[in-house]
C-alpha cells in the first residue's frame, strides 16, 4: 500500500511519527492530513531520506534548485551546490539538469544528500529528442513515461510533471498573448511539441497511465506550473488559472489512486495579487500542498532576486503557501553558484519563517532574541540567530571596545543606558 492509503485504513507508519514530533503536532493530525490529501511526505522505496513533512498546520519549507545547463556542466559544482542548499538549512533538493549525463549528474546529486529529491523528467525526454534528432519537437510519447520511471528508480521522491497544459490551456495562451512570454522550460518544451505535431500533451491524455508508474514507485506529483508568469504583468492571467484548473482535477484524481500530490504555483506575481492566487489555489485544489516558486515581485532587480523573492515568499507563506522554491541572486543572470546557493537557501528560510510567525503563530524564537538583546546577552543571541555563524564573524569582525555592547552605538548603547538606569530604580 501507498503512505496514502496506509493513512486512510487507519495506519500510522513512522514517516508520520517522525515528522509529527518534527511539527509538534499529534500523530493522527498527520495522518488524517495524508488521507484528505492536505499534507505529503516525499519518501522513495529506493533510499532513506531525511523525512519532511509538507502542508497544512505545518512549517513552510524550502526547496533548494540546483542543476547543469548547456553552456555549465559541471557535476562536482553541482554536488556542492547540494551540498550548500542543505548545509543552509533547505529541506528538499530538486535536480534539474539540462546539460551533460542525466543519469550520471542525478546520481551523483543524490547520493551527496540525505534530503528528499525532485527533478522534471520531461526536461530529459525534451532534450535528449534533440541530441538525438535534432529538436524538442521530435520527442517520443513513450519516452516521457520511460524517463519518469527510469527517474523513480534511481531514488527521486517528488516529481514536477506538467500535466495542467493541454489544448484549451494553450488556447487561452494564444488568445490572451503575454508581455513576457513563457519562462517555464517545460512549459514552452511541451507547447513547442503540441503545436508542431498537433497532439494533446500526453502527460494529461495517458494521466492515469503516468499515476499507475508515480504509485508503483511512491512518487509525490508536484503538479507543474508550465503557463506561471515570466513578468509581474502577466500574473493570475486566463492561461495560468486554466492550467491551475486541469491540474487541481488531475491532482484529486491522483490522490484518489493513492498518490500524493502537490500544487504548483506562479513565479512573477505583484504584491497585491499573492494573497488572491494561494487562497485560489488552495480553494481549487481542496487545500493539497502549495509549492509556491518564489515568487518574484518586481522584475527590475537583476541580482538581488534572493532578496525580491523573500518579499514575496513570506506574503505566499503568510497566506497559506506550505512550500517555497528559493531563488537565487544570479536569478535571471547566470547559473548560480555555491555560494548563491547557500544565499539563496538562507533568503528562503527567512522568508518562511516570517511568514510563519503569522500562519502558525510561530514567535517563540523571535521573543527570545528580544530578551537576549535586551540582556545584551551575545552568546544566547548567536544562537537564536537563523545563522549563528555569520553573526558571529561579523560581531568578531568589528569588535566593540565596550564587551557588552556593538560599534553600532558603542558607548551610547540604548539597551546598556536603559538597563542601568532601571536597575537604579529598582
Given amino acids: 500500500m501507498s503512505i496514502v492509503e496506509d493513512a486512510r485504513k487507519g495506519i500510522i507508519t513512522e514517516e508520520m511519527k517522525v515528522v509529527a514530533a518534527q511539527e509538534g503536532v499529534t500523530e493522527d493530525f498527520i495522518r488524517r492530513g495524508i488521507a484528505g490529501g492536505q499534507i505529503v511526505i516525499p519518501v522513495s522505496p529506493y533510499r532513506k531520506v531525511k523525512l519532511c513533512g509538507i502542508g497544512g498546520g505545518l512549517k513552510t519549507k524550502v526547496n533548494c534548485s540546483v542543476g547543469t545547463s548547456t553552456d555549465i556542466v559541471d557535476v562536482d559544482m553541482e554536488v556542492e551546490k547540494v551540498k550548500a542548499g542543505e548545509r543552509a538549512g533547505a529541506d528538499t533538493i530538486m ?34 529528442a534533440a541530441r538525438k534528432d535534432g529538436a524538442v519537437i521530435h520527442m517520443r510519447e513513450d519516452d516521457l513515461f520511460r524517463i519518469t520511471e527510469e527517474q523513480a528508480k534511481l531514488g527521486t521522491n517528488f516529481m514536477a510533471i506538467h500535466t495542467g497544459i493541454n489544448r484549451i490551456t494553450l488556447e487561452r495562451l494564444q488568445r490572451q498573448g503575454r508581455h513576457g512570454g513563457l519562462c517555464s522550460r517545460g512549459g514552452a518544451f511541451l507547447t513547442a511539441w503540441m503545436l ?51 491540474n487541481a482535477e488531475l491532482g484529486d484524481r491522483a490522490h484518489e489512486m493513492g498518490i500524493q500530490v502537490i500544487v504548483e504555483g506562479p513565479g512573477h506575481v505583484p504584491l497585491d495579487e499573492i494573497e488572491t492566487n494561494v487562497k485560489l489555489m488552495k480553494r481549487m485544489s481542496g487545500n493539497k500542498p502549495f509549492y509556491m516558486l518564489g515568487p518574484i515581485v518586481t522584475d527590475i532587480a537583476p541580482g538581488y532576486d534572493d532578496r525580491v523573492s523573500a518579499i514575496g515568499a513570506a506574503m505566499s507563506s503568510m497566506y497559506g503557501a506550505d512550500f517555497i522554491c528559493y531563488v537565487t541572486p544570479a536569478e535571471h543572470l547566470a547559473l548560480p553558484n555555491p555560494e548563491e546557493v547557500y544565499e539563496g537557501v538562507f533568503s528562503s528560510r527567512i522568508a518562511a519563517h516570517v511568514g510563519d510567525m503569522i500562519k502558525l503563530n510561530k514567535r517563540d524564537q523571535d521573543l527570545a532574541m528580544g530578551h537576549a538583546r535586551r540582556d545584551l546577552d551575545w552568546e544566547a543571541q548567536f544562537n537564536l540567530a537563523i545563522n549563528p555563524a555569520r553573526a558571529r564573524q561579523i560581531r568578531s569582525e568589528r569588535a566593540s571596545a565596550d564587551t557588552d555592547a556593538c560599534t553600532m552605538c558603542g558607548d551610547y548603547c540604548a539597551l546598556k543606558i536603559a538597563n542601568k538606569v532601571i536597575k537604579k530604580l529598582d
Avoid at 508508474?213 to 509581474?232: D, F, P, Q
Fill in 196 to 246: 508542431h505535431n498537433d497532439k494533446e500533451n500526453p502527460l494529461y491524455a495517458e494521466f492515469d497511465y503516468l499515476c499507475e508508474i508515480l504509485k508503483e514507485h511512491e512518487v509525490t506529483l508536484s503538479t507543474g506550473n508550465g503557463m506561471r508568469a515570466g513578468a509581474v504583468h502577466d500574473a493570475t492571467d486566463r492561461a495560468q488559472i486554466q492550467e491551475l484548473i486541469i
Fill in 95 to 128: 535536480e534539474l539538469s539540462t546539460g551533460g549525463d542525466f543519469v550520471e549528474v542525478r546520481r551523483r546529486c543524490i547520493e551527496a544528500t540525505t534530503l528528499s529529491v525532485g527533478s522534471v523528467p520531461l526536461y530529459q525526454a525534451f532534450i535528449e
